[in-house]
C-alpha cells in the first residue's frame, strides 16, 4: 500500500528515488515511468517516492479560465500508484507563490533537502519551475552538483498515438470514447459519487435510476449521452446503462447523472456508488411521447447487454 504523505510531514532520506508530475490519470506512459522507478528503488534498496501537486497546477497557473477536469482525484492516483508498488505518494499544495520558484529552487528546496535525493527518474518530455524551465539537462546539471543520478524514460505510444491526459482527456469530453481512453490508461476510465433523491421519474417507466452526485467537483464527467456501464455499489458488482445529460423529454433543465441497475431493486440513497462507462452507444435525444422513450430504452438496455457480454433477459 501507497503511504501518502505531505512535503512537511515527509522523512529526509538521501536513500530516496524520485519522480516528479501531477500524473493525472496515471495512463500507460505514466506506468512505465513507474516501474522503472520502482525497479530502481529496489535495486538501490532506496525507497520509491512519487512528488505530486494538489491541487492540479493549471488550475492555479491558468486561474480564471475554464478548470481542468481531472481524469483521476488524489485518492484514485493513490490507489493505482499502490498496485504499481510505489512506496509513498508525497503531496506538495501546488499555490501561486510555490509556482514562482525556479526549477533549480524547487529541486534543490523541496527534493535535495527536504526530502532527500539519490536517484530522479523523470519523463522524456517532463518540464517543471517556474515558466517550465526545469528539464532533463537541467536536472542532470543540478544532480552532477548535489550528488544525485537523473535517469530518462522514453515516450510511450500506442500505434502512432503519443498517449497523455490530454489526449485521453479529450476523447473523453469531445467523443465519450471510452473505449480509446481506457486502452490509453490500461483500464476502464470510472467514477464514483453519492446517490442522491431524484425526480423518481424513471420508475414510473418501468427503468428506475440513481441519480449520482460525483464525489469531486473537479474529476471529469464523458461526454453527454448513453453508455453501457459496470456498477459497483454496496460491496458488489451490476451491470447497467448511463444517461448523462438534461433529459429532453421531460424538459430538464441541469445536467444530471443517472444509472438504471440491471436486476437491482435495493434502496441505495446516500450509498457510495462507482461507474465504469464501457462504450457510449448513442446521443441523448428528445422523444415525442412516453411510449417513445420507453420503446428507446428497451433497444438500449439489449445493446447495453450485448456489449456488456451478457445474455438478454
Not at 508498488?85 to 527534493?111: H, K, M, Y
Request: with cysteine.
Amino acid at each position: 500500500m501507497t503511504k501518502i504523505t505531505t512535503i512537511e510531514d515527509i522523512e529526509w532520506d538521501v536513500r530516496s528515488v524520485v519522480t516528479v508530475g501531477t500524473f493525472d490519470g496515471i495512463h500507460k506512459g505514466h506506468q512505465a515511468l513507474m516501474h522503472r522507478l520502482v525497479q530502481t528503488a529496489k535495486r538501490e534498496d532506496a525507497r520509491s517516492i512519487v512528488v505530486s501537486f494538489d491541487p492540479h497546477p493549471r488550475s492555479i497557473i491558468h486561474a480564471g479560465a475554464d478548470g481542468i477536469r481531472l481524469l483521476t482525484t488524489l485518492k484514485e492516483r493513490n490507489s493505482v500508484l499502490s498496485q504499481l508498488g510505489v512506496d509513498l505518494l508525497c503531496v506538495i499544495p501546488f499555490t501561486r507563490d510555490f509556482s514562482l520558484q525556479s526549477a533549480e529552487e524547487f529541486v534543490v528546496n523541496s527534493l535535495v533537502k527536504t526530502i532527500g535525493l539519490s536517484h530522479f527518474v523523470i519523463g522524456y518530455d517532463h518540464h517543471f519551475g517556474k515558466n517550465r524551465d526545469g528539464n532533463a539537462i537541467l536536472l542532470q546539471q543540478i544532480g552532477k552538483e548535489h550528488g544525485f543520478d537523473v535517469e530518462i524514460v522514453s515516450k510511450k505510444e500506442m500505434g502512432d498515438t503519443t498517449i497523455s491526459s490530454t489526449t485521453i482527456r479529450n476523447a473523453l469530453e469531445q467523443n465519450g470514447d471510452v473505449v480509446f481512453a481506457a486502452q490509453l490508461l490500461g483500464r476502464s476510465y470510472s467514477f464514483e459519487g453519492i446517490v442522491i433523491h431524484g425526480d423518481e421519474r424513471g420508475r414510473t417507466i418501468g427503468f428506475p435510476t440513481a441519480n449520482i452526485r460525483p464525489d469531486n467537483p473537479d474529476k471529469l464527467i464523458p461526454k453527454e449521452g448513453i453508455y453501457a456501464v459496470r456498477v459497483s455499489v454496496m460491496g458488489d458488482a451490476f451491470l447497467g446503462m448511463m444517461n448523462i445529460g438534461h433529459r429532453p423529454t421531460f424538459d430538464g433543465k441541469q445536467q444530471s447523472i443517472e444509472v438504471n441497475i440491471f436486476d437491482f431493486e435495493k434502496s441505495i440513497y446516500g450509498q457510495n456508488i462507482r461507474i465504469e462507462p464501457v462504450q457510449r452507444i448513442r446521443d441523448e435525444k428528445k422523444f415525442t411521447n412516453i411510449d417513445a422513450l420507453k420503446s428507446q430504452l428497451h433497444q438500449d438496455r439489449e445493446e447495453c447487454l450485448r456489449i456488456l457480454g451478457r445474455a438478454s433477459i
